[in-house]
């Protein structure tokens, strides 16, 4: 636990488009105002202004998607994020406004609380030579796109050809991602804190390409064999990168964990439970 709460200094975010967020932005800005440093707050997704001003510990109000915006902006920095969820799901953010006020010094202070998530770096290459980079919290999803024929995908494991995938195209994960399109798409569920990585066809052509979960020092390469001509690399489903005939994705753990503040209010599969009603019998 911090020793001295009142030193704490905290930014709060909160996503813009969001109707609801500018309301519960003043409510939490008035209370934190009273129990810590508050550094800043405002209305917007870079955490770099949070990094500026000296934070130790960043609010972001919105939801999942709000959060993962912020996770991306903040770089190499190890700020941990407490999530506040004013969407639907809430995986990532997943304290309410109350719950948060009711557990403030123990979610800005106890470090207990703070889980260090795995990232993934991904590079795409073109032409032996770096094209685009970018972070992934949750997922790099390289998928067909338009005019929707199937791709075929080269996929590396560790240099090591490990299989040729035809159809939609294919999931690379973390743990964290999982419960993401990793899950829609029949992947496994796994918990955040295992070293790992997954990797999920996407409607493959075939009857023998499964979900694979590898180890979290991996390194994967996918090869765009045949492609259309808007398929794409997506991060998170918050940045994007078009893909042509012969680039290349490496897929890496990333040296940067993103650090999250969990409520202690739930264990870690109450939001599947809950949310999804996983392992609940029909009604």
Not at 98 to 104: D, I, R, T, V
Not at 206 to 222: A, C, D, F, G, M
Not at 229 to 257: F, K, Y
Request: hydrophobic content about 40%; charged content about 20%; aromatic content about 4%.
């Amino acid at each position: 636990m911090c020793d001295s709460i009142s030193d704490r200094r905290v930014f709060i975010l909160g996503n813009p488009e969001k109707g609801s967020v500018a309301l519960a932005l003043s409510e939490l800005e008035n209370f934190a105002s009273r129990r810590c440093r508050l550094v800043g707050a405002g209305l917007g997704l870079d955490a770099q202004v949070a990094v500026k001003a000296g934070a130790e510990v960043i609010i972001v109000l919105g939801g999942d998607g709000t959060l993962l915006g912020v996770a991306h902006s903040l770089g190499a920095e190890h700020i941990p994020l407490i999530g506040v969820n004013l969407g639907r799901l809430g995986f990532l953010a997943n304290f309410s406004v109350e719950e948060l006020k009711s557990h403030f010094d123990r979610a800005i202070g106890d470090a207990e609380l703070i889980e260090e998530r795995l990232q993934l770096d991904v590079n795409v290459f073109r032409e032996g030579h770096l094209h685009f980079t970018s972070r992934a919290v949750n997922d790099c999803v390289i998928q067909a796109g338009p005019p929707f024929r199937s791709i075929e995908l080269s996929v590396f494991l560790d240099g090591q050809r490990l299989t040729n995938i035809r159809g939609d195209g294919v999931i690379v994960c973390t743990p964290t991602g999982s419960t993401a399109h990793n899950l829609s798409a029949g992947g496994p569920i796994v918990q955040a804190g295992v070293h790992a990585i997954l990797l999920t066809p996407l409607c493959p052509h075939s009857l023998t390409h499964k979900p694979l979960v590898v180890e979290y020092n991996s390194r994967i390469e996918i090869v765009a064999s045949k492609i259309n001509p808007e398929s794409m690399a997506i991060i998170d489903g918050q940045v994007s990168c078009s893909l042509e005939p012969d680039d290349r994705t490496v897929i890496t753990r990333s040296a940067v964990l993103l650090r999250l503040v969990r409520n202690p209010l739930y264990p870690p599969w109450n939001k599947l439970v809950t949310k999804f009603r996983w392992g609940q019998s029909p009604e």
